[in-house]
């Protein structure tokens, strides 16, 4: 593992509204700006969802995403990671929506690999989904990010990489507390990491008033962490936070406390084997 942690930042999800917390970023140029304020307070990966600018609704046109990461790029080396996610595409051109992200080039996507109950809907990552995503992922050099929320998820990623169709070092986010995935425990991350294989790069994320949990667990035990307002609003019990960047800098400032040094853009991009 690398001794120098990455931070991720997950600034806007699909699930907060600014009823929850208005620091909720919708437009292209909020959720870049939040990413490039987060970088300025540690973060070296940008997790990007987009927003219907109007409305705040989740959304997937590839132009909001185009923007995103223009944006980001002109303003910082940050690594931006899109989601492929599109919990709401429906239908029989849905894995082709999905994929649209991948041809923008961006440095991650994210890669879901197993079905399951997702909230209030149903994840739908059926077997032609996984393998046509890191296909894709390959041919156009973006490496995935492979979000795993339970068991089961690893052992598919190890059956692709078995098939060769996931570079080295593999890239996992391990995703904890979502509802209906594995809980965020210390036992049970301790339990998720074991089933990782051997020379891979990892991260964690924990929900709610989980993420601090989950965020020390991931420093002290050498892995990468990920926090923001796509998986927790509160700073600290009762207060939300007022900014992703406030998420990062406290998370930060613990990292080192901790005595792991903070990664910047160029050395994320070396341990993850982004060219
Ligand atoms: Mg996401």
Redesign the pocket.
């Known amino acids: 593992m690398n001794d120098k942690i990455i931070i991720t930042v ?1 600034v806007t ?1 699909s699930f907060p509204t600014k009823e929850m917390n208005p620091a909720v970023p919708y437009t292209p140029a909020e959720i870049a700006d939040a990413a490039v304020e987060s970088y300025k307070a540690g973060a070296s990966i940008a ?1 990007i ?1 987009v927003r219907d600018p109007e409305t705040g609704k989740p959304d997937f046109k590839v132009d909001l995403f185009k923007e995103v990461l223009d944006r980001i790029r002109e303003k910082c080396d940050m690594v931006v990671n899109l ?1 492929t ?1 599109g919990l709401r595409l429906t239908g029989p051109d849905a894995i082709v929506k999905r994929l649209q992200p991948v041809y923008l080039r961006p440095d991650i996507c ?1 890669l879901d690999l197993g079905s399951m109950n997702f909230h209030d809907r149903v994840f739908n990552n059926p077997p032609e989904w996984s393998v046509a995503a890191a296909k894709c992922m390959q041919e156009n050099s973006v490496k995935p990010e492979i979000e795993v929320f339970e068991p089961g998820h690893i052992r598919q990623a190890i059956d692709l990489i078995q098939k060769g169709l996931l570079d080295d070092p593999p890239y996992f986010q391990l995703c904890m507390g979502v509802k209906w995935g594995i809980e965020a425990s210390p036992e049970s991350l301790l339990f998720m990491r074991r089933l990782l294989p051997e020379k891979v790069r990892w991260s964690v994320m924990g929900t709610g008033k989980d993420q601090l949990t989950m965020v020390a667990m991931g420093i002290l035990m050498g892995g990468n962490v990920r926090v923001g307002f ?1 998986d927790n609003i509160y700073l600290s019990r009762g207060v939300l936070a007022k900014s992703n960047a406030q998420m990062v800098e406290k998370t930060a400032d613990l990292a080192e406390r901790l005595g792991r040094g903070v990664a910047n853009p160029q050395e994320a991009r070396s341990f993850l084997g982004i060219g």
């Open positions: 997950a999800g997790h969802h989601t996610s994210s796509e």
